[in-house]
């Protein structure tokens, strides 16, 4: 399973959009990139998932380069809402009998 | 809406008890998952099973226990519960080839 690296933390204002970018040098072939979004005190929740160039949907979208050795989620015009610690996964579930591993996560702190 | 339901959001348990941490999910999902989360360690998974009767070690299976008796429930057994297992622990399904998860919304889990 490919690990990745995230930033720990950042600090954003509402209205503003923010990027948060994810490496992942070894990502294999058949891997694709997923970010989960968590609450204090709930489970994580799925936001998006990509395999090569970009996806959006009505939360955010999903930027990734062509050697896919890193990926950038973009938050659109964030709100104090959307504080919350965001982890970024990459695997190939169905082949890896769906386990996922997470990293650290990046906790985004929005101020008003 | 779907939904995996774990049968409490606090639980107080003393050391040396025998613990039974129970997840139900109603969407027909074959993966199903038990990860703790600590802070500073992020998400790590215990065990998982893709199918009735079946179970995978995660990383950290020690001192853990699983079954899975009925393709709906997925239950995280705690021999003989130890202080060290303080934690909030989460289950999460996935349908076999689906790269997504579904959380629950937790149990912390505090062991006196």
């Known amino acids: 399973l490919a690990k990745t690296t995230q930033p720990i933390s950042m600090d954003s204002y509402e209205g503003q959009e923010v990027n948060i970018t994810c490496s992942h040098n070894?990502?294999?072939?058949?891997?694709?990139i997923t970010w989960y979004q968590q609450f204090p005190s709930q489970g994580p929740r799925f936001i998006i998932q990509g395999y090569k160039t970009k996806v959006t949907n009505e939360v955010a979208s999903l930027f990734i380069p062509a050697d896919r050795k890193s990926s950038t989620l973009s938050l659109p015009r964030v709100s104090l809402s959307d504080t919350a610690v965001y982890y970024c996964?990459?695997?190939?579930?169905?082949?890896?009998?769906?386990?996922?591993?997470f990293g650290q996560g990046t906790e985004l702190s929005v101020k008003p | 809406d779907v939904k995996v339901t774990q049968s409490s959001r606090y639980l107080v348990k003393r050391t040396g008890e025998k613990v039974f941490l129970e997840c139900v999910q109603d969407?027909?999902?074959?993966?199903m998952f038990w990860y703790r989360q600590d802070p500073g360690l992020g998400l790590r998974l215990i065990y998982f099973s893709y199918d009735v009767k079946m179970k995978e070690k995660g990383d950290i299976p020690e001192g853990y226990s699983v079954s899975r008796e009925k393709k709906e429930r997925f239950s995280l057994i705690l021999e003989s519960a130890s202080t060290n297992q303080t934690s909030m622990y989460l289950c999460?399904?996935?349908?076999?080839?689906?790269?997504?998860?579904?959380f629950g919304s937790g149990t912390r889990l505090t062991v006196v």
């Open positions: 969407m027909d999902h074959e993966n």
């Open positions: 070894n990502i294999a072939t058949n891997d694709y």
């Open positions: 999460a399904s996935s349908l076999r080839n689906s790269r997504g998860y579904t």
């Open positions: 996964l990459v695997g190939d579930t169905y082949n890896q009998g769906g386990k996922l591993i």
